[in-house]
């Protein structure tokens, strides 16, 4: 089983957005923080960073786990109203950063080939350079499924 690992990113990510230096932060939560993914080929792209860090969804105390997997559903529903998207992928893998995060892909039927996983689709090399998260472009974005999801979570309360 993989162990949470030293020098994680998650961790570094976390630190950034706590200190303001996270360009792609829609939000901090009880459980996670919410931020816009590096790439934005699918547009709203989404990650939810777990506050623990834990390399399992079942190694966080059952509270916790349990308001964890509401925020990734509140973010989800936020990435999927502010995108207007037709359907929503989730992902939360693992297999290279061993530190719990929940991956929301907002899907189109205008997708390169929208039945297929997004990894396979993603551009790589200098073609990726294009979707790369960039502030000016992507904060409007950013800015509008933090609204969102302010919104749903007061009204969950």
Not at 66 to 79: N, R, S
Not at 86 to 106: M, S, W
């Amino acid at each position: 089983m993989a162990r949470h690992q030293d020098n994680c990113e998650i961790c570094r990510r976390l630190g950034d957005a706590r200190e303001g230096r996270h360009a792609g932060l829609i939000a901090e939560l009880d459980a996670g923080v919410a931020v816009l993914g590096d790439s934005q080929f699918f547009r709203g792209y989404s990650v939810l960073l777990c506050k623990t860090p834990a390399t399992e969804l079942h190694e966080l105390p059952r509270a916790s786990r349990l308001q964890y997997l509401e925020e990734m559903a509140q973010l989800a529903e936020a990435v999927g109203r502010v995108t207007g998207c037709d359907k929503l992928n989730y992902e939360c893998l693992g297999n290279q950063v061993h530190h719990l995060h929940f991956h929301v892909f907002p899907r189109r039927g205008s997708d390169p080939d929208p039945k297929a996983p997004v990894w396979g689709q993603m551009p790589a090399g200098a073609s990726a350079d294009a979707h790369r998260f960039d502030p000016s472009r992507d904060g409007p974005m950013k800015d509008a499924i933090r609204r969102e999801l302010s919104t749903i979570r007061a009204s969950s309360r």
